[in-house]
T-cell receptor, first 113, second 112 residues
Framework: DTAVSQTPKYLVTQMGNDKSIKCEQN?????MYWYKQDSKKFLKIMFS???????INETVPNRFSPKSPDKAHLNLHINSLELGDSAVYFC????????????FGSGTRLTVV | GNSVTQMEGPVTLSEEAFLTINCTYT??????LFWYVQYPGEGLQLLLK?????DKGSNKGFEATYRKETTSFHLEKGSVQVSDSAVYFC???????????FGKGTHLIIQP
């Protein structure tokens, strides 16, 4: 059983489209995150949710909207995709807000053409 | 704010060589420190951690010691293998709701 699973693994789409990435964790964790990894491997946090409540919302364009229907799921919807959105997006979870043990998904490679 | 600085890569070594990847940090309070590893095409895996000054984290032959006086958490391994080739990330977490802050990653290449 995969602890943190993301779908899809690869996503190729045209500029201007709207797409979603889904994330689910079966660890019983309270907190989930989205991180963006750019072409130089730099990782930056985008959002965090704790028990479905938005906690961290870094400087991310409004085109990115996270949604957490329950504490086991955190989806990322992206409107009007741009070339610069091409990256690998990682979902992660931790026991709670102060938890040190993050578990990462295997990533979604988004390519905007 | 918090920040992590680690040596730029790629770092290329021969098998059985000694490895050091430097990591220094800036943070408020007393953060916990981590090393994560990313193998090609995979997500990040926790390699080791240290939660207070002078703690030593270790796993799979890798070690790092939390040095508060030099704000460092350098990763070392005595004898690297080809299978250690990956990208290594130093990271910190302060208390509270802040997420992990990562360094830019160091690409390690081990040649047979």
């Amino acid at each position: 059983d995969t602890a943190v699973s993301q779908t899809p693994k690869y996503l190729v789409t045209q500029m201007g489209n709207d797409k979603s990435i889904k994330c689910e964790q079966n660890l019983g964790h309270d907190t989930m995150y989205w991180y963006k990894q750019d072409s130089k491997k730099f990782l930056k946090i985008m959002f965090s949710y704790n028990n479905k409540e938005l906690i961290i919302n870094e400087t991310v364009p409004n085109r990115f909207s996270p949604k957490s229907p329950d504490k086991a799921h955190l989806n990322l919807h992206i409107n009007s995709l741009e070339l610069g959105d091409s990256a690998v997006y990682f979902c992660a979870s931790s026991q709670d807000l102060v938890g040190y043990g993050y578990t990462f998904g295997s990533g979604t490679r988004l390519t905007v053409v | 704010g918090n920040s992590v600085t680690q040596m730029e890569g790629p770092v290329t070594l021969s098998e059985e060589a000694f490895l050091t990847i430097n990591c220094t940090y800036t943070a408020t309070g007393y953060p916990s420190l981590f090393w994560y590893v990313q193998y090609p095409g995979e997500g990040l895996q926790l390699l080791l951690k240290a939660t207070k000054a002078d703690d030593k984290g270790s796993n799979k032959g890798f070690e790092a010691t939390y040095r508060k006086e030099t704000t460092s958490f350098h990763l070392e391994k005595g004898s690297v293998q080809v299978s250690d080739s990956a990208v290594y990330f130093c990271a910190l977490k302060s208390g509270g709701a802040d997420g992990l802050t990562f360094g830019k990653g160091t690409h390690l290449i081990i040649q047979p």
